[in-house]
């Protein structure tokens, strides 16, 4: 993963302002509104996932959809509220019909999101589902292969635990996803506690990813 740079001291708040603007892609043209993220802005715990779904579009909020639901209840089961962690999107506007991000777009975009994790902070960051993790994780292996698997690893110059999720909209497809999300947040609190220090954990080498569900991100969920 290539080094960002890293821009002048500024607040989160005014950093958001800032991107409100941003045409470095051509998702500019078909948004509502830029998707900046929600949440803590000194959170310890960081969520990253896809891009913004209709709903997401419409309100500048990033999870309010079906998924966003799900997240809540995933959070509550660990005693999290939203206004405790920091949610963000790899890109902040939405695809056209909730197609999946195209490279060119996460590489226009992606400066965005390292540095809101240079003004944020966090400890921990919970990438979900394929894209997130695969960007800041900077391997090709896929969620299946690496969900509840913390690595430490330095991003934005900072020194986190990267740990992969499966997207939550994944559980509305199949329902006995949800017992492994519920697994995989459970270990949340104890990460958060760590901090950016593990057991060591051999990821496995790249391998062709299992037959799964159709991205629910394709479906207009989030």
Same mark, same amino acid.
């Given at each position: 993963?290539?080094?960002?740079?890293?821009?002048?001291?500024?607040?989160?708040?005014?950093?958001?302002?800032?991107?409100?603007?941003?045409?470095?892609?051509?998702?500019?043209?078909?948004?509502?509104?830029?998707?900046?993220?929600?949440?803590?802005?000194?959170?310890?715990?960081?969520?990253?996932?896809?891009?913004?779904?209709?709903? /997401?579009?419409?309100?500048?909020?990033?999870?309010?959809?079906? #998924?966003? @639901? +799900? *997240?809540? !209840?995933?959070?509550? %089961?660990?005693?999290?509220?939203?206004?405790?962690?920091?949610?963000?999107?790899?890109?902040?506007?939405?695809?056209?019909?909730?197609?999946?991000?195209?490279?060119?777009?996460?590489?226009?975009?992606?400066?965005?999101?390292?540095?809101?994790?240079?003004?944020? /902070?966090?400890?921990?960051?919970?990438?979900?589902?394929?894209? #997130?993790? @695969? +960007? *800041?994780? !900077?391997?090709?292996? %896929?969620?299946?292969?690496?969900?509840?698997?913390?690595?430490?690893?330095?991003?934005?110059?900072?020194?986190?635990?990267?740990?992969?999720?499966?997207?939550?909209?994944?559980?509305?497809?199949?329902?006995?996803?949800?017992?492994?999300?519920?697994?995989?947040?459970?270990?949340?609190?104890?990460?958060?506690?760590?901090?950016?220090?593990?057991?060591?954990?051999?990821?496995?080498?790249?391998?062709?990813?299992?037959?799964?569900?159709?991205?629910?991100?394709?479906?207009?969920?989030?």
């Amino acid at each position: 993963m290539s080094a960002m740079p890293v821009a002048p001291a500024e607040t989160l708040e005014a950093y958001g302002a800032a991107t409100a603007g941003c045409t470095r892609c051509r998702l500019a043209k078909g948004r509502t509104q830029v998707v900046f993220g929600a949440g803590n802005p000194r959170a310890d715990l960081m969520f990253v996932g896809e891009a913004p779904g209709f709903h /997401e579009d419409k309100q500048g909020i990033p999870f309010v959809g079906q #998924a966003g @639901k +799900l *997240l809540d !209840g995933l959070l509550a %089961g660990v005693q999290l509220r939203r206004e405790d962690v920091y949610i963000a999107n790899v890109l902040k506007c939405r695809p056209p019909g909730n197609r999946d991000p195209q490279q060119d777009e996460i590489e226009s975009c992606e400066r965005h999101l390292f540095r809101q994790i240079e003004l944020i /902070e966090p400890t921990v960051i919970a990438t979900l589902g394929n894209f #997130a993790t @695969k +960007l *800041l994780s !900077g391997r090709p292996l %896929g969620i299946t292969r690496v969900h509840g698997q913390e690595q430490a690893l330095t991003i934005a110059g900072r020194s986190v635990l990267l740990y992969p999720l499966y997207h939550p909209a994944a559980a509305l497809y199949t329902p006995a996803m949800l017992k492994v999300l519920e697994g995989d947040f459970a270990r949340l609190p104890e990460l958060m506690g760590r901090g950016a220090q593990p057991a060591a954990v051999e990821l496995p080498e790249a391998e062709p990813e299992p037959a799964v569900a159709a991205p629910a991100e394709q479906l207009g969920l989030f």
